[in-house]
């Protein structure tokens, strides 16, 4: 990701006259001022496009509405992002510039809801109860970690103990990898609240996005409107 955003500021400081002298001064490793590390990342936000390019992939409208609101109000500062559509069970992942990088289907919290419990984060599993299994909406900055198992996670919400992570497929009698699998999304309400990837898709899509440093997480309501979570007054226009 540390690349594509490289190669995006290029472009940016071409267009503009600047050429590879600039890039370099923005490149990990380099010792710039702060100010001109802010100024770069604030000319990248500025050049990225007002829409959401999904190429043909099917999204439902709130998915759509919400990756179009995002990219022009700027509100993932240039970020990659992930949205996560727990009405259709579905997960889409962006580059920092809008464009798709994936979906897929997932499994997420087997309870309808938008909250969390308070203080759930800080108890045991086995002590959650079916109704607190919720997956929550809202807006998330996400962070790479480790779970208890050693295995690496992309934590969503941390005080809720909400991650991305591979698909685990411990119990057969919870046939979480067939849920994952089957053509309908009625059977992927299974998890404490934790959102499940295939393990491919992780692999190869989410790591490479959110595994090294921060990006933002928008999990859309399945309660409430997205006006009430996230703000949204009005349907921000499709590209033509």
Request: proline share 6%.
């Amino acid at each position: 990701m540390t690349r594509f955003i490289a190669s995006q500021l290029d472009a940016v400081f071409k267009g503009l006259g600047m050429g590879c002298a600039v890039l370099a001064l923005v490149l990990p490793g380099q010792v710039i001022s702060t100010p001109s590390r802010s100024n770069a990342v604030q000319l990248f936000v500025q050049q990225l496009p007002r829409v959401a390019d999904f190429a043909a992939e099917d999204a439902s409208d709130d998915v759509r509405q919400m990756a179009n609101w995002v990219m022009d109000q700027r509100d993932h500062r240039g970020m990659p992002f992930v949205i996560v559509d727990k009405q259709h069970v579905r997960v889409f992942v962006f580059h920092p510039d809008g464009k798709l990088d994936g979906a897929t289907p997932a499994l997420m919290g087997s309870a309808a809801g938008d909250d969390s419990v308070p203080g759930i984060g800080e108890r045991e599993m086995l002590a959650i109860l079916p109704h607190e299994r919720t997956t929550p909406a809202g807006r998330f900055l996400s962070s790479p970690g480790i779970n208890s198992l050693g295995e690496d996670i992309i934590w969503v919400d941390y005080s809720a103990a909400v991650s991305m992570h591979r698909v685990r497929a411990k119990d057969p009698k919870e046939r979480r990898l067939e849920r994952l699998a089957s053509a309908t999304s009625d059977d992927n309400r299974i998890s404490f609240g934790c959102i499940n990837l295939p393990v491919a898709f992780y692999d190869s899509i989410v790591k490479p996005a959110l595994g090294a440093s921060q990006g933002v997480v928008y999990v859309l309501p399945e309660t409430r409107s997205l006006q009430a979570v996230f703000g949204i007054r009005a349907r921000v226009s499709q590209p033509s």
